[in-house]
């Protein structure tokens, strides 16, 4: 069993959707948690960022960390073309290495 | 503010060939960790260097070696080369090796094995 489980998709909603994008992990020491966008041929971009569990807003996007049931979640209001792209979720224990999910690639369709 | 650098974009090599890659990270950054991600994966973490020292190690073959400098760059090998090793290979920094904070990654080298 990998530590950190993620839908690869593809994902295809229209322009305007509320995209919800999750993954679950195994590893309870996971403090950090991440969520990067990633589009074609570039490197990981940090969107997200969250110590433990709860949830946080920024813009357009929204975090869950809900520990109890080692779950994550990312959403996206207000879906856009420009948000088509793979979705990494990544966590970490402390100042250990950070481990990846296998990435959902969403398309958003106008 | 420069963020983290990787040269060269694309590389071709062919099999039993050595490569080296290389990163300068973002600035105020002394802490450099290489992945590989494959086609259609997440990126795997292969080691960490601080203070020009391998601090971390995931689970890659000895054929994997790194080396950081100085002003913090940090430089990721391979030797005989395989067709498995074709993948994105990331470089992110950190301000430190304990720091909660997330690491900022460069654009990668894809590197292609004939």
């Known amino acids: 069993q990998k530590e950190v489980e993620q839908d690869p998709g593809p994902l295809s909603v229209p322009e305007g959707a509320i995209v919800s994008l999750n993954c679950t992990y195994s590893n309870s020491a996971f403090q950090y948690f991440m969520w990067y966008r990633q589009y074609s041929r570039k490197g990981p971009e940090l969107l997200m960022y969250?110590?433990?569990?709860g949830n946080k807003e920024d813009g357009r996007f929204t975090a869950q960390v809900d520990k109890s049931s080692k779950y994550i979640s990312l959403f996206i209001r207000d879906s856009q073309p420009s948000d088509s792209a793979t979705y990494l979720c990544a966590m970490k224990a402390g100042g250990f290495k950070t481990i990846f999910g296998a990435g959902t690639r969403l398309f958003v369709k106008a | 503010d420069a963020g983290v650098t990787q040269s060269p974009t694309h590389l071709i090599k062919t099999r039993g060939q050595q490569v080296t890659l290389r990163c300068s990270p973002k600035?105020?950054?002394?802490?450099v960790s290489w992945y590989q991600q494959a086609l259609g994966q997440g990126p795997q973490f292969i080691f960490q260097y601080y203070e020009e020292e391998e601090r971390q190690r995931g689970n890659f073959p000895d054929r994997f070696s790194g080396h950081q400098f100085p002003n913090y760059s940090s430089e990721l090998n391979v030797n005989a080369l395989l067709l498995g090793d074709s993948a994105l290979y990331l470089c992110a920094s950190l301000d430190g090796p304990n720091s909660n904070q997330p690491q900022h990654f460069g654009d990668g080298t894809r590197l292609s094995i004939l």
């Open positions: 600035s105020g950054h002394d802490t």
């Open positions: 969250t110590y433990s569990s």
